[in-house]
């Protein structure tokens, strides 16, 4: 008996209803009045006009009774059960339980879920009564959606039930193997040197942003100092006045009177230039009007010839 059995078979006693609280002291010794009451109540879970002998008082009583209850299971949930671990009555008896627990367990989930699923599609055509034409086309299309989930899913669960049979040996031997403590150990151990590394790496990614952190405060220190260094030579340059101050602004009052004096003999040139230019123009149209006038008697004094 290993413990992942024990413990599946008590949840599964749990959630079919089993009154009787099962701990894993029950099984370490041999305890036939538990086992029969425990298969009794799971063949009158599954069937509760059963007709199955009660009295386990006498060895012979006892023989029918497992014979019994054996040939019921095999015959009417097609389940083969160990009639000699079952009479033993200790921990290898669990193993013979939980195989009709298992099955008891799986049709009462089934069973929830097709109740879930149909409190559902009451939940949606109960609001399709009451939403409009238009909300109404989309809360169909969410009931059609969900049908077809549920033939899905019926489906899916039609096809694991179909290999139920086969996979039930090759599950039963994995859970009767028993726990190898030195495969445990070496896993154990080689988590516990996974998370030594990573505590190690932290520290050091810690120690390093340490030294970079006493860096940066060092280079600001250093900025720092250096700004206070420029500001006081800052202030210093615009205190002192330089020697050649006075004669730079001696020399910038002469250039504003050279400057002044500049412009305006460049206004007299420009306007002397100007009067010039009319001067050109009118001794030009002078001349012009000579040389016609001058034409014109040479061409009188040519006709009158």
């Avoid at 097709?114 to 559902?120: C, E, L, N, P």
């Avoid at 280079?219 to 340059?237: C, F």
């Avoid at 016609?292 to 008697?297: A, E, V």
Wanted: no cysteine; aromatic share 6%; glycine share 2%.
């Amino acid at each position: 008996m290993s413990y992942r059995d024990l413990r599946n078979f008590t949840e599964m006693m749990r959630g079919l209803g089993y009154p009787r609280l099962i701990s894993v002291e029950n099984f370490r010794q041999p305890n036939f009045e538990l086992v029969a009451e425990i298969l009794l109540w799971l063949i009158q879970r599954y069937e509760p006009d059963a007709h199955i002998p009660k009295d386990i008082d006498t060895e012979q009583d006892r023989v029918i009774f497992i014979k019994s209850s054996a040939q019921f299971i095999a015959t009417k949930i097609h389940i083969k059960l160990n009639t000699k671990r079952l009479y033993m009555a200790d921990g290898y008896s669990v193993k013979e339980l939980l195989k009709v627990a298992s099955v008891l367990h799986s049709a009462i989930v089934f069973l929830y879920q097709s109740h879930a699923g149909i409190s559902r599609f009451l939940i949606l055509r109960s609001k399709i009564n009451v939403l409009t034409k238009a909300s109404k086309i989309n809360e169909l299309k969410a009931v059609r959606q969900l049908a077809s989930e549920v033939t899905q899913r019926g489906a899916t669960l039609y096809h694991l039930l179909s290999q139920e049979p086969e996979l039930r040996d090759a599950r039963m031997s994995a859970l009767a193997h028993p726990l190898d403590i030195n495969t445990i150990e070496k896993g154990l151990r080689s988590s516990i040197m996974k998370v030594e590394q990573n505590t190690k790496s932290t520290l050091q990614k810690l120690d390093n942003v340490a030294a970079d952190e006493a860096n940066l405060e060092a280079k600001i220190e250093k900025r720092k100092s250096e700004l206070d260094r420029s500001k006081k030579r800052l202030s210093t340059l615009q205190s002192v006045r330089p020697a050649f101050m006075d004669e730079f602004e001696r020399l910038e009052e002469e250039l504003k009177l050279q400057y002044a004096s500049y412009l305006i003999k460049f206004r007299n040139m420009t306007y002397l230039e100007h009067q010039m230019e009319d001067h050109n123009r009118q001794e030009q149209a002078r001349m012009n009007e000579n040389e016609l006038s001058l034409r014109r008697i040479q061409t009188r004094l040519r006709e009158e010839e």
